[in-house]
């Protein structure tokens, strides 16, 4: 026993020495916002330095520890400290938190046509928006390849007046790469720098620019505002004119992921700086787990971006169909989730036993077609950490898999990566298996090799098969592009679920979008698979994620802001929620798996752009109502400086504002400690036609009695403001200690005397704890 003993404890001796000693960490610190004016300095950057510099040694420039100085988007600094020094500042006056810098993850055509947008008569959307003309998409990612033909200028107007951004100089990257299209790019990376001091080089060059090393930026910026190009497809594949969601909106990129990750301290540099340069929308398809507000830089950041009337779009993330995995989670923040589009790629299975296996696959096979050879199958399961059964590298035996057609589980590495790895043993093709995890998602790849992607019920046929037989057989017919043959939109399986962890009084997330093999741009000098060993070059490529769902609101944002020029970023997003669909284009209720989609899935349902862009009523928000919810909620008068950089006095506010509901555009009820009925009140602003006058629908949650007063509202006036009173009432007992559970409803105010043109739709949860 003694040596282990003594092992243990020096393990630990070790970790509190490298805890203690001079390691640097990254540390984003944030200041009070009046602190600079009570000081005696005359500049931010200085004030910034006088905490690093009572802090550190005196023989220690204080610059040198000073990563970033932050003026818009947060009060305060980032700067790498030791946690001596950290436990020092935090002691200092004016220092209201500092949080540790995090790393965040990405969240990883035709879609426009699917959303019905270049629908020509009766105001398409792109027709009644001018296709964005006039505003700025800010992307926060990996960057862009500007050479791109989706980042083309041609036909754009001149760069907007009130611009101020830079095209950054860097490694391959020049102010040459910026034109009318892509009229901005900058990089942040020294949070980066110091994180990736000790992570592995990586084979693919990564450029020290904002030029994009990975495909995830350019893909996202152009689906988001990416111009037309005509005969696109990934060899061969999903051909057609590929073209963003807002084809005359300026794009502007702010490289902040790296092959590390995305950092916090960059997030906020970024945001920072896109906010004075002058974007009208910021689309972030990142960000990583559900936190507090307080603790949220994307949160801190994007409510300074909203006071300055910038939208601020966000992907939900990727960790559904876990229950409460929904992220950027603000409700000043439009939180996207994932759905699928009716397009789909069919490699279908045919076993030797005559059975058939639906699969999908983008492997340009399309000329293979039926002459695709019947070859041996075989599964190799090793059943430990090699991981054969997933294919993962190196595991595969050559002498077992030589020649045939190998089954691989999804999990644990890529899907293409397994692609790579199945050719590298000497393969001849591969059949990816979806585990229980991915029931039947179909994310789709361009794979290196003939390969095929089949759900959960089909690989539990297909090993039953396998298992059936000494020489099991199959060859995977190739059927190309098929559109309109199948239900959709459905909810992807991986699409990040409410109801909202830390703010679970706001139904999230709010919206979903496409973001299911969805085809955009990418760099030229990467494979489709993005996969060092793919020498393939393409200019797009497909991609499945929340991440890719995100950059179609964000175009979208832009087509309604640049219809309505004034309205603000709250009233975009109603536009957006209000708008949105519930049934698919079957006209049958939008699908999660097999059952009905439920409003922790799709919020307020899919996006329709067409009616957002006029939607007859609005539920806006000001500033000041967001600061009066968190008062509400009981956030503390510290937290909420954190978040809003504002010393309120929440005592007063709400005394000032007896009974006040955020007006937020769908409606999310909790019933706790045995109370058994709610009120809240809404705020309408007709922005459709003045005399208009709407009646109330309700659709009751089970076990909740609804009453709406008044039940008719009569507009005289464009911008009018009325409002209305819901009143819920639990006929239910609450589930128990420890237990919860919900319901679901909706509340629509119908436009009456034409044709319910306007349907302004309110999703409701109701929730007993
Ligand atoms: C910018 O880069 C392009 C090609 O990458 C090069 O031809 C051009 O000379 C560069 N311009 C400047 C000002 O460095
Ligand atoms: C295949 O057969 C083995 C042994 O008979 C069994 O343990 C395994 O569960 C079977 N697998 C499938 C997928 O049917
Ligand atoms: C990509 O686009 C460029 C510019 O439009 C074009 O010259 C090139 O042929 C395209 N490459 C492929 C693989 O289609
Ligand atoms: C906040 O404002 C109150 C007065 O409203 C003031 O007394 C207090 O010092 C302020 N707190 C901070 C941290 O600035
Ligand atoms: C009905 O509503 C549409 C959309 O706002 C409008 O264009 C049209 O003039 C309205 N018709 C009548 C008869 O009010």
């Not at 006058?693 to 009569?714: L, M």
Request: with cysteine; hydrophobic share 40%; proline share 6%.
């Amino acid at each position: 026993m003694e040596p282990k003993i003594s092992l243990f404890v020096s393990v630990i001796f070790f970790y509190f020495v490298s805890l203690h000693a001079d390691t640097l960490q990254t540390y984003v610190v944030q200041l009070h916002p009046h602190g600079l004016t009570s000081s005696l300095f005359t500049s931010k950057l200085h004030w910034h330095l006088s905490f690093i510099e009572q802090t550190i040694s005196s023989e220690e420039d204080p610059s040198s520890r000073l990563l970033y100085s932050y003026h818009s988007a947060m009060e305060g600094f980032a700067a790498q400290l030791s946690q001596s020094e950290f436990e020092s500042l935090q002691k200092l006056p004016d220092v209201i938190a500092i949080r540790p810098d995090r790393r965040f993850q990405l969240q990883t055509t035709y879609s426009y046509k699917f959303l019905g947008l270049n629908r020509p008569s009766n105001g398409g959307a792109w027709y009644s928006s001018h296709f964005g003309y006039g505003t700025i998409i800010g992307v926060l990612d990996t960057g862009v390849w500007p050479e791109s033909p989706s980042f083309d200028d041609q036909g754009m107007p001149p760069v907007p007046r009130k611009w101020r951004g830079i095209c950054q100089e860097g490694e391959n990257f020049n102010a040459s790469n910026c034109n009318r299209k892509l009229i901005g790019a900058r990089f942040f990376s020294r949070g980066h720098r110091v994180a990736s001091m000790s992570s592995s080089p990586n084979i693919i060059q990564e450029y020290v620019s904002p030029r994009d090393s990975q495909g995830h930026g350019t893909h996202t910026a152009s689906t988001a505002g990416g111009t037309s190009v005509p005969m696109a497809s990934v060899l061969g594949n999903g051909a057609g004119v590929a073209r963003g969601m807002a084809p005359g909106a300026h794009v502007a990129v702010y490289k902040v992921c790296w092959f590390s990750g995305c950092y916090s301290s960059d997030i906020l540099a970024a945001m920072d700086v896109a906010i004075i340069d002058g974007v009208d929308v910021l689309s972030l398809s990142l960000g990583g787990f559900p936190l507090p507000l307080f603790d949220d830089s994307i949160a801190i950041g994007s409510f300074r971006a909203m006071e300055h009337g910038i939208s601020v779009v966000c992907a939900a993330g990727n960790s559904g169909p876990l229950q409460n995995s929904v992220a950027n989670e603000a409700p000043w923040i439009a939180t996207v989730g994932a759905s699928t589009l009716d397009r789909r790629f069919p490699a279908i299975v045919r076993m030797g036993n005559g059975g058939l296996l639906y699969g999908e696959s983008m492997y340009p096979g399309n000329q293979l077609s039926n002459l695709q050879k019947e070859l041996e199958l075989v599964y190799v399961i090793s059943g430990d950490e090699r991981g054969s059964e997933f294919c993962l590298r190196g595991s595969l035996p050559k002498e077992k898999v030589r020649g045939k057609m190998v089954v691989c589980d999804r999990g644990i590495n890529g899907r293409a990566e397994k692609g790579e790895v199945v050719k590298e043993a000497g393969g001849a093709a591969m059949i990816l298996a979806n585990t229980v995890i991915n029931l039947e998602e179909d994310s789709v790849d361009v794979h290196v090799l003939p390969a095929t992607v089949i759900g959960f019920a089909e690989a539990v046929r297909l090993k039953a098969y396998i298992n059936s037989t000494r020489r099991a057989r199959a060859r995977i017919i190739f059927g190309g592009t098929a559109i309109g043959r199948s239900r959709a939109p459905a909810v992807a399986q991986f699409s990040a679920r409410g109801p909202s962890l830390y703010s679970p009084t706001i139904l999230k997330p709010d919206v979903i979008a496409p973001g299911v093999n969805i085809i955009a741009a990418w760099p030229q000098n990467l494979g489709p698979t993005s996969l060092p060993e793919d020498s393939r070059r393409v200019n797009f490529t497909v991609m499945s994620g929340t991440s890719m769902a995100c950059p179609h609101v964000s175009g979208i944002t832009a087509l309604i802001r640049s219809a309505h020029p004034k309205w603000t970023p709250a009233a975009i997003k109603s536009a957006l929620m209000t708008t949105a669909d519930t049934n698919d284009h079957f006209g049958k209720p939008i699908m999660d798996g097999n059952k009905p989609a439920g409003v922790f899935a799709i919020g307020a349902g899919h996006i329709n752009p067409e009616r957002a862009i006029n939607p007859g009523l609005i539920y806006d928000i000001t500033p000041d109502e967001y600061i009066t919810h968190l008062c509400t909620l009981g956030y503390t008068k510290s937290e909420i400086l954190a978040i809003t950089h504002r010393n309120v006095s929440c005592k007063e506010i709400l005394q000032m504002n007896r009974g006040f509901s955020l007006n937020y555009p769908s409606i999310s009820v909790i019933f706790k400690n045995g109370k058994t009925t709610k009120m809240t009140t809404r705020r309408l602003t007709n922005v459709g036609s003045p005399n208009s006058i709407y009646s109330v629908e309700v659709v009751a949650p089970e076990g909740v009695k609804v009453r709406v007063k008044p039940r008719r509202i009569v507009f005289k006036n464009i911008n009018q403001n009325l409002n209305y009173k819901i009143w819920f009432t639990s006929r239910k007992r609450s589930p128990g200690k420890d237990k919860m559970s919900f319901a679901q409803g909706q509340l629509t105010w119908v436009h009456s005397g034409n044709s319910s043109f306007y349907r302004v739709r309110s999703p409701i949860s109701v929730t007993w704890k």
